[in-house]
């Protein structure tokens, strides 16, 4: 098991090697140089110049390199030039806010895509599984933007039942020493704040969650339907089990390994989710800053987070990985 | 036992040539209502995009309500104006048929190009094996490693907003996708019968390659890009969401009529209706039709 | 032979598969057998004979979608076929246990293989924890398994095809059921397993007691082990006979192919085998005569003007209108 895992671990290491250089010349390659996309716009001839010393612009690309790759080791990717704050504190700040969000979305989509694909399969071809098998087509066919925007001009524009926007109420008096907000208010003692930060999560987490959902219901569905026809689940009845203790361990237990990688598939993914999300709840996360970013030209902001984003893509990548292997002994031993 | 007895006659299918079971897919597929409607979705799509000067009533940028529009005023669907007016005073229904020509072209050209990138990687490691399959396949493992969308707009504002870097961006983000199904379609079969059975009577790699291995390989990949056309139209309207589409704001573009009724959402919910209900029906097209192709191609995947 | 009330007796069982789409078909088709206690009962037939179907239809394993059963599978007097799902639950894996195929498939491959067998005695037996776990290295070491608590913490990949096959019949043996269904248990394994096998099967069924029906394609299985066999062909009976009277004076074409095919040792060095020809597709429908007359060498014009019925005499029942004769005996 451990040199599994250490071999996972050192794949990892070409991946974030090529991703750093990736990066690097693409900072280098950006329309007015790397100065210019530093500093926006509006930068004049003697900051860009100032920038170029600092950055060590002027050095050999290997040195330049070396430098960018022990300042992004440090986490220091610079400063925004929009907020005009060092790239890390606006990480530091934005990255509770879609982590909290992103834990939702997949609550949502796990905790209805499991059951739902399982009850689809067993009822095979009844109007439970038709349903579930369109809603999957239509749930990817559905761009997440669109949706967010139904959802908010349904249940929060018509119905008010969620605000439609933001994390918190801002006449909400809540402290945040975590960041994320529905535990700062259990942990605070302010349940009050807790509960609104919940319902704020509502909508953006099921918009968020839609494609989650679609791709997991339809592959827990197809690998229910392939399970229960194999011949440990047929062996299992001729014992005489139970259905649930059948269904539980038997059915499930092999049914839901490819559920798993597949959910850590998506968990990565919904950061692409989370930029268009989070525009349109104005939820003041990673994908808002980034869209942000994009119609600032805030490059360094998009240099730092993509860097970061990619590495936290892989490492869950990995997690699954291991954690596939275990729930399946015969991963392990190989 | 029992079970696999009845089922034999159907599994025997897999041992027939690509030939026969293309036809036997064929069959299958024409009778299959739920890639009927796909495919009748996309005719619908592309017609309009085809035919969209003709359907549309004014040109896209015209501004026919010039006068009435105001910011509390923006009228929904009318006998004049079948989808109502947008905040400029322009016609939504003619800008969403216009919109569909955007919305095609990226989404062809798009596909067109990561699938000839991503075959040509794909075919690279396949055929070579070793060192550059290494390379390959690390260059494809970085590129993956970055979510798709965060990708685009990267490569998007590196080259400047406009449709074609919408497209290079998409074409790239897919690229991935394909080396690594076609490098997987040419590992499996290269070890299969009639590859070794090519090999042993002295056919030399290049024929194998191209007359044996990649018709082979071509249904799975029709399957992709039936489905890559699906995404690639929602990770335009995405990219265009975003601001990064066309520079010139009076281009129709689906995604960004979406971003720019943002403000309107609660006076004129029909801006946001009409471009989001065509993004779908264009992807929901390729969806089912792409979804219905590869379980009528892959017994694997049918149930 | 004990003479007392048959433990298992199936009376004109049938089985047809429809498929939306497709033909239906009639994979078993007034199928009648009994078995007494303590009695090895085989069904014999090449695949597609309808063997297996039977001894699914028995445990009520097949599935509920596009498959009709008709007729009577009494077990201890109780008709399986009309049970109530829970009472059959009760009844299946304490009273009737299986052991099948292949035992790699079999068995689930991510749970202990420990847990396979306790989870029988904690359903049959109320035996749980430890108590449990001490049963379940007993039943291992039984069938012959070394080192049993260990191998009880171990999944099925980690055991030997045989291992693993000695482990379902552990499973299987878990309750001390008075009736073993065996579906071609040695099939899947190597020659010198097979062996191996089939005589711990023997041994453990002379020393519970318990009735056995073997499913196998392969008389010289049979030859050792089984008090009574019934061929099948094609969904049907064809010949039912002793063990002995049916080795030596097979009366069914088709039961002399099958044993014209199995090398003998008895036979002179050298001597030929004799396949049958065709192919167990090469089938006519039972209504329009004998399934098997597009294959047999003793074909007569009557053979395919309708179906030939099926007569007892002398203990033994044939399904042939044209049936070897003493001279013709394993169609040399």
């Known amino acids: ?334 | 036992m029992s079970l696999s007895e009845i089922e034999a006659t159907e599994s025997e299918q897999v041992e027939q040539p690509a030939g026969n079971l293309r036809k036997e897919a064929w069959k299958r597929l024409r009778r299959d209502p739920v890639a009927l409607v796909g495919f009748g979705l996309i005719a619908f799509f592309v017609l309009v995009a085809v035919f969209a000067p003709l359907i549309a009533p004014y040109a896209p940028d015209a501004q026919p309500g010039r006068g009435i529009i105001t910011p509390t005023n923006i009228p929904g669907p009318s006998a004049e104006h079948w989808f109502g007016l947008d905040a400029s005073g322009r016609d939504e229904f003619s800008r969403v048929v216009y919109g569909a020509r955007q919305s095609l072209l990226v989404g062809v050209v798009a596909t067109l190009v990561g699938m000839a990138g991503g075959l040509l990687l794909g075919v690279l490691a396949g055929a070579f094996g070793g060192k550059v399959d290494a390379v390959v396949m690390r260059i494809v493992d970085v590129m993956l490693s970055i979510p798709g969308l965060l990708m685009a707009i990267a490569i998007a504002a590196l080259l400047g907003a406009s449709l074609w870097s919408v497209m290079i961006a998409i074409a790239i983000i897919n690229i991935p996708v394909f080396a690594r199904l076609l490098r997987g379609q040419m590992l499996s079969q290269r070890g299969s019968d009639y590859v070794l059975a090519a090999v042993s009577v002295g056919v030399r790699r290049r024929p194998i390659v191209f007359g044996h291995i990649l018709p082979n390989s071509i249904s799975p990949v029709i399957v992709q890009a039936t489905l890559t056309l699906a995404t690639a139209i929602i990770e335009a309207a995405g990219l265009s969401f975003l601001g990064l589409g066309s520079a010139d704001p009076r281009v129709p573009e689906w995604g960004r009529m979406l971003a720019d009724t943002q403000r309107y959402l609660a006076s004129a919910p029909h801006l946001a209706f009409f471009p989001g209900i065509a993004i779908v029906i264009a992807a929901l097209g390729f969806t089912m039709l792409g979804e219905r192709l590869r379980e009528a191609i892959d017994p694997k995947y049918r149930r | 032979m004990t003479s007392t009330e048959p433990l298992l007796d199936v009376r004109d069982l049938s089985v047809t598969f429809t498929r939306k789409g497709g033909p239906t078909v009639r994979a078993v088709d007034g199928v009648s057998f009994t078995v007494r206690p303590g009695e090895t009962v085989s069904l014999v037939g090449e695949s597609g004979s309808g063997k297996s179907v039977t001894s699914l239809a028995v445990m009520g394993l097949l599935p509920r979608r596009g498959v009709q059963v008709g007729g009577q599978v009494l077990f201890d007097g109780d008709d399986l076929l009309t049970l109530p799902r829970d009472r059959l639950r009760d009844i299946r894996g304490r009273d009737i246990a299986m052991v099948f195929q292949d035992p790699m498939s079999s068995l689930n491959p991510v749970v202990p293989i420990g847990v396979q067998v306790t989870e029988v005695l904690e359903r049959h037996q109320d035996l749980h924890g430890e108590k449990a776990r001490a049963a379940a290295a007993d039943l291992l070491a039984r069938v012959g398994i070394p080192d049993p608590t260990r191998r009880l913490k171990e999944y099925p990949h980690q055991l030997s095809g045989g291992m693993r096959q000695r482990a379902l019949i552990a499973m299987a043996l878990a309750c001390q059921p008075r009736l073993l269904i065996a579906d071609e248990p040695t099939t899947a394994l190597d020659v010198t397993i097979q062996a191996q096998i089939i005589e711990l099967l023997k041994e453990l069924v002379q020393d519970t007691g318990a009735a056995l029906v073997l499913i196998t394609h392969d008389l010289g299985i049979v030859a050792g082990l089984c008090d009574t066999v019934h061929v099948m062909y094609s969904g049907r009976v064809v010949e039912s006979a002793g063990r002995r009277e049916l080795f030596a004076r097979p009366r069914h074409p088709y039961t002399g192919g099958l044993l014209g095919s199995v090398p003998r040792l008895d036979a002179p060095r050298g001597a030929p085998l004799h396949p049958i020809p065709g192919s167990p597709t090469d089938v006519l429908r039972w209504d329009r005569g004998c399934a098997f007359a597009p294959r047999c060498q003793n074909r007569v014009d009557a053979c395919t003007e309708g179906p030939p019925p099926l007569e007892s005499y002398a203990g033994r029942s044939l399904r042939c209108l044209n049936p070897l004769t003493e001279s013709e005996e394993v169609s040399a």
């Open chain 1, 1 to 334: 098991m451990l040199k599994f895992v250490v071999r996972r671990l050192l794949l990892l290491v070409p991946i974030l090697f090529g991703l750093s250089v990736l990066l690097f010349v693409w900072l280098r390659a950006l329309p007015g140089g790397p100065a210019q996309a530093l500093l926006g716009e509006r930068a004049t001839a003697e900051s860009v110049a100032r920038i170029e010393s600092l950055y060590g612009l002027n050095d050999a690309w290997y040195v330049q390199y070396w430098k960018f790759v022990s300042a992004a080791v440090q986490l220091d990717f610079g400063n925004s030039a929009r907020t005009n704050r060092p790239v890390a504190e606006e990480m530091a700040r934005t990255f509770p806010a879609t982590f909290e969000l992103a834990v939702a979305a997949l609550i949502f989509a796990i905790g209805i895509g499991i059951p739902l694909g399982y009850f689809a399969a067993r009822k095979y071809g009844s109007w439970l599984d038709n349903l579930s098998v369109s809603g999957s087509l239509l749930g990817v066919a559905v761009p997440v933007f669109f949706l967010a925007y139904i959802l908010k001009y349904v249940f929060s524009v018509q119905l008010g039942w969620f605000p439609t926007q933001g994390r918190q109420d801002p006449r909400m008096d809540a402290d945040h020493p975590t960041g994320l907000y529905v535990l700062d208010g259990l942990i605070t003692g302010n349940p009050e704040a807790s509960w609104d930060a919940i319902m704020h999560l509502v909508l953006p987490a099921i918009a968020l969650g839609a494609i989650p959902l679609a791709v997991i219901v339809r592959i827990t569905r197809a690998s229910v339907l392939d399970v229960v026809h194999e011949d440990y689940v047929r062996t299992a009845e001729a014992k005489g089990l139970w259905e649930r203790t059948i269904t539980r361990r038997h059915v499930l237990r092999n049914a839901l390994l490819p559920v798993v990688t597949v959910i850590g598939l998506q968990a990565g993914l919904l950061f692409s989710g989370a930029i268009l999300t989070e525009t349109v709840f104005a939820f003041d996360g990673v994908g808002r800053f980034i869209a942000e970013a994009i119609s600032n030209r805030d490059y360094a902001v998009l240099q730092g987070f993509i860097l970061v984003i990619a590495a936290i893509y892989v490492i869950v990548n990995l997690l699954v990985d291991v954690s596939y292997g275990l729930i399946d002994p015969r991963v392990r031993v190989r």
